[in-house]
């Protein structure tokens, strides 16, 4: 006998991430789903990130990892909320796993809250856990092909940051077809070129994110 | 990867529902993959076959039904249909922005149970 079970498979997945989002517009928190292969320096960008706008914009981290509290230890330092996930195996960062622990987070006094995705290119773009905006980050040193083989990653990301600029001289990367690649799979995309090591380019990158979070505030 | 959580979500969902219309055995369930929705239906179907045991699923085929990607240009207006998971220009006019109309599917349709 067959029987119509017409559904979507992510839908209980999503429907987790509507009851997330609700919560935050509520709050009024501005949510980064921040999102790299292993390595790019997505923990980096965001200390940077933080060292930055903390003066001016509270800020919260939610630290999604296979295993281990070392990055979660770093956002530590800088003095803001931060809480660890470890999906112990799993390659991505689910809404569910966001909800449970979004009670151990001061959402009261947090206007932007990033959530750094497991290191991963593949997955992480198909679950949504409730965010305003998916970032994509890449290191100019993982070659200019990216964009052909992960295009569900350049398409669902807002923004896509071109990281450890300061390499390039040592590579042969071609950044002008990188990005054509990129803004090709996604017209829309906003592309912000930055070292975490020297900290050239990030003023671009973080005016945007002040504009962001000014904005849902408004 | 991550296929084994969507294959979970599958008979998460086909469970529930046998539970439902009470029906104790299931023969196949069909799904619908697009070719851009970065599921690997190889990877899919190897997960579910795991995860399938010692449920009323234990016998059943996961049946993947792909669909294309497809777009409309938003230049040109033409559709079309492209062979690959991602599509970087109009083959008609050669412009780059175009809206995705298929290809990201990842839905369940129907199953196929044994009647009491
Ligand atoms: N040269 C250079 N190295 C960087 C830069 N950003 C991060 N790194 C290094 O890249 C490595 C991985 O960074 P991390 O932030 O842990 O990456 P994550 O795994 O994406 O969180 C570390 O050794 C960082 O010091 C950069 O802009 N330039
Ligand atoms: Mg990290
Ligand atoms: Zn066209």
Redesign the interface.
């Given at each position: 006998?067959?029987?119509?079970?017409?559904?979507?498979?992510?839908?209980?997945?999503d429907r987790i991430a509507e009851d997330n989002r609700r919560l935050f517009n509520e709050k009024g928190i501005y949510v980064i789903n921040l999102m790299s292969g292993p390595g790019a320096g997505k923990t980096s960008l965001l200390v940077k990130t933080i060292e930055a706008l903390k003066d001016s914009v509270s800020i919260g981290v939610i630290e999604g990892d296979i295993t281990g509290t070392e990055d979660a230890e770093r956002i530590h330092s800088t003095g803001v909320p931060v809480v660890q996930i470890n999906t112990g195996g799993?390659?991505?960062l689910?809404a569910n796993m966001i909800e449970e622990v979004l009670p151990e987070l001061p959402l009261d006094s947090i206007q932007l809250l990033f959530i750094e995705n497991v290191g991963?290119l593949?997955?992480p773009?198909?679950?949504n856990v409730g965010e305003d905006i998916k970032v994509m980050l890449l290191s100019v040193t993982e070659g200019e092909d990216k964009p052909?083989k992960y295009?569900?990653m350049f398409?669902e990301s807002a923004a896509l940051v071109l990281n450890k600029v300061d390499l390039l001289p040592y590579l042969d990367l071609d950044m002008e077809r990188l990005k054509e690649?990129a803004?090709?799979?996604n017209?829309k995309l906003k592309v912000f070129e930055l070292s975490c090591k020297t900290g050239s380019g990030l003023d671009a990158w973080t005016d945007y994110l002040f504009r962001m979070v000014a904005e849902k505030n408004r | 990867m991550h296929e084994v959580s969507i294959a979970q979500s599958i008979l998460d969902i086909i469970l529930k529902e046998c539970e439902k219309i009470n029906c104790k055995k299931i023969n196949s369930v069909t799904i619908r993959v697009g070719r851009a929705s970065g599921v690997v239906v190889d990877s899919l179907v190897f997960a579910f076959d795991i995860i399938k045991k010692d449920t009323i699923a234990e016998k059943a085929e996961l049946l993947c039904e792909e669909v294309p990607l497809t777009a409309i240009c938003v230049n040109c207006n033409k559709d079309f249909i492209s062979d690959e998971e991602y599509i970087l220009n109009c083959p008609y006019c050669g412009k780059s922005e175009f809206k995705v109309i298929g290809g990201r599917e990842l839905d369940i349709l129907e199953m196929d149970v044994e009647e009491q």
């Open positions: 006998m067959k029987v119509k079970v017409i559904s979507r498979i992510l839908e209980a997945n799993a390659c991505h689910d991963n593949v997955c773009a198909e679950f052909l295009p569900l398409q690649r803004m090709s799979l017209p | -």
